[in-house]
């Protein structure tokens, strides 16, 4: 049985997918609440105490600093970087045999055809519009669960469980 799927690398997609990982944006929102609460202690601080020096600004100040660098970091730098990537409107296609699955790139950029076993899947996780098919614990192949030519998505859903270990497969 043979699977084939087309996939456009578009940055709509890949901010998808970057956005899967949300667990380590919780971490950075308990980080950014930590800062802003140790910043009202200081104002609060100040006002109750009625002492209005200038280095009692510093924390305040390096509060500030650090929610700012916080959020530039991590949600606005990676959206500017996806969106001057080389490797946005890469179209690449993926074809599942019985042994391995082939991905083939071709664009003016990028032309490459990987031939890789199953056994060098990280893990298999499904979104609400792609499938993404792990090489390491973050790097991924992105399916487009829209662009089958050869089979469909419940199909390769199965197939793959039968491939792989139950613990690599996180399908919904």
Same mark, same amino acid.
């Given at each position: 049985?043979?699977?084939s799927?087309v996939?456009? +690398?578009?940055?709509?997609?890949?901010?998808?997918?970057?956005?899967? +990982?949300?667990?380590?944006?919780?971490?950075?929102?308990?980080?950014? !609440?930590?800062?802003?609460?140790?910043?009202?202690?200081?104002?609060?601080?100040m006002?109750?105490? !009625?002492?209005?020096?200038?280095?009692?600004?510093?924390?305040?100040i +390096?509060?500030?600093?650090?929610?700012?660098?916080?959020?530039f970091?991590?949600?606005?730098?990676?959206?500017?970087?996806?969106?001057?990537?080389?490797?946005?409107?890469l179209?690449?296609?993926?074809?599942?045999?019985?042994?391995?699955?082939?991905?083939v790139?071709?664009?003016?950029?990028?032309?490459e055809?990987?031939?890789?076993?199953?056994?060098?899947?990280y893990?298999v996780? @499904? !979104?609400k @519009?792609?499938?993404?098919?792990?090489?390491?614990?973050?790097?991924?192949?992105?399916?487009?669960?829209?662009?089958?030519?050869?089979?469909?998505?419940?199909?390769?859903?199965?197939?793959?469980?039968?491939?792989?270990?139950?613990?690599?497969?996180?399908?919904?």
């Open positions: 049985m043979e699977f799927v996939t456009e +690398y578009n940055y709509k997609r890949r901010v998808r997918f970057t956005d899967y +990982y949300s667990t380590h944006r919780v971490i950075l929102w308990v980080l950014i !609440g930590i800062f802003a609460l140790y910043g009202i202690y200081w104002i609060r601080d006002i109750l105490n !009625g002492v209005w020096l200038y280095y009692n600004l510093f924390p305040l +390096y509060c500030l600093f650090f929610i700012i660098l916080l959020v970091s991590y949600f606005i730098l990676p959206r500017i970087r996806l969106r001057k990537s080389d490797a946005n409107n179209t690449c296609t993926l074809t599942f045999n019985e042994d391995a699955f082939v991905m790139t071709d664009s003016p950029l990028v032309q055809n990987s031939r890789i076993s199953y056994e060098q899947i893990k996780a @499904e !979104g @519009e792609d499938m993404y098919i792990f090489l390491t614990k973050r790097n991924a192949l992105i399916v487009d669960k829209s662009g089958f030519v050869q089979g469909d998505e419940s199909k390769l859903k199965a197939f793959l469980s039968t491939k792989l270990d139950k613990k690599k497969i996180r399908f919904k």
